[in-house]
Nanobody
Framework: QVQLVGSGGGLVQAGDSLRPSCAASGPPFDRYAMGWFRQRPGKEREFVGT????????YYADSVKGRFTVSRDKAKNTVSLQMNSLKPEDTAVYYC???????????????????WGQGTQVTVSS
């Protein structure tokens, strides 16, 4: 099974950038679409963005579209989340996740992701 280890969170000010990443090990990386989800204080876990298995397509939540970019490095077996123009409401624990599904409709649904990283805290001060 896939093991995912996240890193790269931190404390930043509004308007700053941050780039958490996730390293994968185990089965071939390109079998999986990779997603990012977040859980804000007192809220349910929510979809942020997903990149498909080949890296050719990405999908984003409306709240982050145009500010966040998901990318993957096949050589390093990593997936990253470039976060620009951060806002205090982006404060959350960010999780990377993997799904073997090729169905686009699954890519926004946390329940369709079988493997999860441990989460990394991102805090944005105003």
């Amino acid at each position: 099974q896939v093991q995912l280890v996240g890193s790269g969170g931190g404390l930043v000010q509004a308007g700053d950038s941050l780039r958490p990443s996730c390293a994968a090990s185990g089965p071939p990386f390109d079998r999986y679409a990779m997603g990012w989800f977040r859980q804000r204080p007192g809220k349910e876990r929510e979809f942020v963005g997903t990149i498909n298995w080949s890296g050719s397509s990405t999908y984003y939540a409306d709240s982050v579209k145009g500010r966040f970019t998901v990318s993957r490095d096949k050589a390093k077996n990593t997936v990253s989340l470039q976060m620009n123009s951060l806002k205090p409401e982006d404060t959350a624990v960010y999780y990377c996740a993997a799904t073997s599904s090729r169905y686009i409709g699954d890519y926004r649904n946390a329940n369709r992701f079988s493997y999860w990283g441990q989460g990394t805290q991102v805090t944005v001060s105003s």
